[in-house]
């Protein structure tokens, strides 16, 4: 019996440590979260016809990111690449721009990504949160009159990004 309880009790205390989540080892594990809701944000109410949604071409910009957070700009725009083509229905996605955008096609949106971070590092007892705001940017490359924009707000867990680590 008491070997019973002792392998019972070994077995819960495995199975809470499972639970326990590690820091991602890489930036795109750490963006992946932010990136999705960003591309479920983004695709529920696109400024295309919805239907539409699977003939778009999402070209994306350069992004720009806060020099405060340790995200490369390349890191982001592959996170919000690969979110939006895990969408249900996805637009096509390039993370690539031509130098000229003559000749474009209306099915073509260039998407320009920019994360900020004005506020402080919130410092709590077990990590450091940056609050952020990520802005979307979208032209129609055929019409680029026509334009419409999305944001988000939130916070990030610097102490899950690498090389981050005790650095508010």
């Not at 309880?5 to 991602?24: D, F």
């Not at 969408?87 to 130098?99: C, T």
Request: glycine letters at 6%; a neutral charge.
């Amino acid at each position: 019996m008491l070997r019973a309880l002792v392998g019972l009790g070994l077995m819960t205390l495995l199975s809470a440590c499972s639970g326990l989540a590690s820091a991602p080892e890489t930036p795109r594990q750490a963006l992946r979260g932010l990136a999705a809701s960003a591309a479920t944000g983004l695709l529920k109410k696109p400024p295309w016809p919805a239907a539409q949604t699977p003939k778009i071409t999402v070209l994306l910009g350069p992004a720009e990111v806060a020099a405060r957070l340790p995200i490369s700009a390349a890191a982001l725009n592959e996170a919000l690449g690969r979110a939006l083509l895990s969408q249900p229905d996805s637009p096509h996605v390039l993370d690539w721009v031509p130098a000229q955008l003559d000749g474009a096609t209306p099915d073509q949106w260039l998407l320009q990504a920019s994360l900020s971070a004005d506020a402080p590092p919130l410092v709590l007892s077990d990590r450091t949160l940056q609050p952020y705001r990520l802005r979307f940017d979208l032209t129609h490359v055929a019409t680029p009159s026509e334009h419409w924009q999305w944001q988000a707000s939130g916070a990030l867990d610097l102490d899950a990004l690498p090389g981050s680590r005790g650095a508010p």
